[in-house]
């Protein structure tokens, strides 16, 4: 199985800071990856897929790149809403693998 | 506008069968561009992905589970369902159903609300 590892495992952060989350994948994964957000009690809701391509609906603040293993998730302007948890999911192979999470909280 | 609703019981014995089923509402499971897929959640930990199905009935499962699982497709009720065999506590999980677009990248793009089910004697 394909090995997903974010980091950090959690961060602080004050509203309008620029946040980025790393995301590496064990193997090479193209760009079959996704980013999700998921608040306490919800189901997870897609930010980003194939690596860099904003789902309709989600604010540009959110951007992603990378490809190949080393992929970055980036909010430029931290909104009170967006204190969550990330999680990475690599789609190139199966089985389907996710990351163990970002925890973003309030500073 | 899509919904997804995972129903089953929220309780199941150990070597029991957890059945639980995706009601899919607002669009049609048998969309050639879409597959549909269950994700579970353990309390306190991660995702994991657990398997896919095409409306023909393709699937793709993890193989820590093939052996115990099955998921269908029955497209007349428009819904999908996921069954497995002998489960443990370590099953115990907020089980998730969601959408696959097939076009643009493999990802879930729409999830159902999940159920949490407990394997408890």
Known sequence: DIQMTQSPSSLSASVGDRVTITCRASQYISRGLAWYQQKPGKAPELLIYTASSLQSGVPSRFSGSGSGTDFTLAISSLQPEDFATYFCQQTNSFPWTFGQGTKVDIK | ?121
Do not use: M
């Open chain 2, 1 to 121: 506008q899509l919904q997804l609703q995972e129903s089953g019981p929220g309780l199941v014995k150990p070597s029991e069968t957890l059945s639980l089923t995706c009601i899919v509402s607002g669009d049609s499971i048998s969309a050639t561009t879409y597959y549909w897929g269950w994700i579970r959640q353990p309390p306190g930990k991660g995702l994991e992905w657990i398997g896919n199905v095409y409306y023909s009935g393709t699937t793709y499962s993890h193989p820590s589970l093939k052996s115990r699982l099955t998921i269908s497709v029955d497209t007349a009720k428009n819904q999908f369902s996921l069954t497995l065999t002998s489960v443990t506590a370590a099953d115990t999980a907020v089980y998730f159903c969601a959408r696959v677009p097939v076009t643009s990248g493999w990802h879930f793009d729409s999830w159902g609300q999940g159920t949490l089910v407990t394997v408890s004697s």
